[in-house]
């Protein structure tokens, strides 16, 4: 971090920032590129397999796309996400991708410094954000290709590294590293600063001679000897790029305060690294029915601990998020789907050690390691287990924005959610519906994939730039 970076964090200051973006996950650090110059150009004589986009984008040949009508360019694409302009900014990175072809990206870069818009990237963690909280040795969901970034391809990086994908998937541990490389390689540093911990974001009108209200980001900085300062920020647009790994989703039922109840997987590994959790202990009860949970079950297995995995829905559900993935280039949840399969009959099974729970509650958790359960019939089960890992999912942490955003939703009578009930933007620059200058990107506004959040980051960059040179003097 550059000296003037951090002594403006580290003080209050009254000079707005064109832009602050809250969140160093890929999402910010996507938009940090483009905000520094980085303009993506449209290939002269481009050749796309999509004819539609083949036929716009001989009409706009040579030229900048951030300066292209997106309403327009995305029109009429189909693909694996709601956003019209994630598809066409994937379409444009991999062209053929979906189809298991390796054509080359449209896009060329050209660095503009003169384009660019001075910003900073609050985060907690290093660059990568919550990647950095997942245990390294973990695979993606996503293939390895659609976990990069623009103009550095993750098979090239993890070539350097001589490092390779498993299964056509990278480990977390590679990604979080990635994502750090990314920013480095790249000349972002200067932007991020790490160790930031936001705690209010408000609309205010500061003492100066301009009159227009801005906002008003505070929050602490960690110092390098671990002490805390606060800082104060003003400034014109706030980007929100936090995730939604902030707050796990609790079950809400007595006992679950209690110290042997986790809410992530970490807990687990911190336990059996101590030697407090061993094949003999008594089993570990999951939680849950999603990947979260299969990769506890997963990594609890591959420790020889035994485990209880209890879950509300039917094996057999649709909306189990297994019956949604390809066994092919899924075949640990799938195997972890099979495992599953096998009822709570206590006969021989070819899994000794796991036991599945379909359709059963947790009810309460006693001090003495004790869990009641509900099975469907409505009988109780007592128990005992040596860790209780409850992993049903998350919620973003939007503490501080007035009324923790619940106003910014698409719904804004429900709580919101980036699964149902995401933070409403224009669909063609990510900026709220509701608040001028907030804008949402990846999970918080709907999108929940790598390959996607980076086409949010497109469209609020090309909002932010035309803002910018229409600013009067």
Not at 50 to 62: M, Y
Not at 137 to 148: A, D, F, I, K, R
Not at 282 to 305: E, N, T
Not at 437 to 462: E, H, I, K
Request: net charge neutral; with cysteine.
């Amino acid at each position: 971090m550059s000296k003037p970076r951090k002594a403006r964090v580290g003080t209050s200051s009254s000079e707005p920032l064109p832009v602050v973006i809250i969140g160093n996950g890929p999402s910010g650090i996507c938009l940090s590129y483009l905000l520094s110059g980085h303009m993506p150009y449209v290939k002269p004589d481009a050749d796309h397999p999509h004819p539609l986009l083949h036929r716009k984008l001989a009409e706009v040949s040579g030229c900048c796309l951030l300066d292209q009508d997106l309403d327009y360019l995305s029109e009429g694409l189909e693909g694996r996400s709601q956003s019209p302009v994630a598809l066409l900014f994937d379409a444009l990175q991999r062209p053929d991708t979906d189809f298991g072809g390796t054509a080359d990206s449209v896009l060329s870069w050209r660095r503009q410094e003169e384009r660019a818009v001075p910003h900073l990237v609050l985060g907690r963690s290093p660059p990568g954000g919550a990647w950095h909280a997942i245990e390294g040795s973990m695979v993606t969901l996503s293939q390895g290709e659609w976990m990069g970034l623009p103009d550095l391809q993750l098979k090239d990086w993890m070539r350097g590294k001589r490092r390779g994908l498993r299964n056509s998937r990278a480990t977390a541990g590679d990604i979080a590293h990635y994502y750090m490389d990314y920013v480095t390689q790249k000349g972002l540093s200067h932007s991020f600063v790490s160790g930031t911990l936001v705690t209010g974001v408000k609309m205010e009108t500061p003492e100066s001679k301009d009159p227009r209200p801005l906002f008003r980001v505070s929050g602490t900085l960690t110092t390098k000897d671990r002490g805390q300062r606060p800082f104060s920020l003003w400034a014109r647009n706030v980007v929100l790029a936090t995730g939604t790994f902030d707050n796990p989703a609790r079950l809400g039922i007595p006992g679950e305060d209690l110290p042997y109840i986790h809410h992530e997987l970490s807990a687990l590994e911190a336990a059996t690294r101590a030697g407090t959790i061993t094949p003999a202990s008594d089993p570990v009860l999951i939680v849950g029915a999603g990947l979260s949970a299969a990769d506890a079950v997963l990594y609890a297995r591959h420790c020889g601990l035994p485990v209880i995995h209890a879950f509300r829905r039917p094996v057999d559900d649709p909306a189990l998020v297994f019956n949604q993935l390809p066994q092919m280039l899924y075949p640990e949840y799938h195997k972890v789907h099979q495992m599953m399969r096998e009822q709570s009959i206590p006969s021989p099974s070819p899994y000794e050690g796991y036991r599945s729970l379909p359709q059963h509650r947790p009810l309460l958790f006693k001090e003495d390691r004790q869990a009641v359960l509900c099975d469907p019939h409505g009988h109780h089960q007592v128990l005992g287990v040596s860790l209780v890992l409850v992993l049903i999912g998350s919620h973003p942490d939007l503490s501080f924005l007035p009324g923790a955003g619940t106003n910014l939703a698409t719904d804004p009578e429900q709580p919101l959610s980036t699964k149902r009930n995401p933070i409403e933007v224009d669909p063609f620059t990510y900026q709220s519906t509701r608040q001028e200058g907030l804008y949402a990107l990846g999970p918080l506004a709907g999108d929940n994939f790598v390959r996607f959040v980076q086409g949010g980051a497109l469209a609020a960059a090309s909002s932010l730039l035309r803002k910018e040179t229409r600013k009067p003097p």
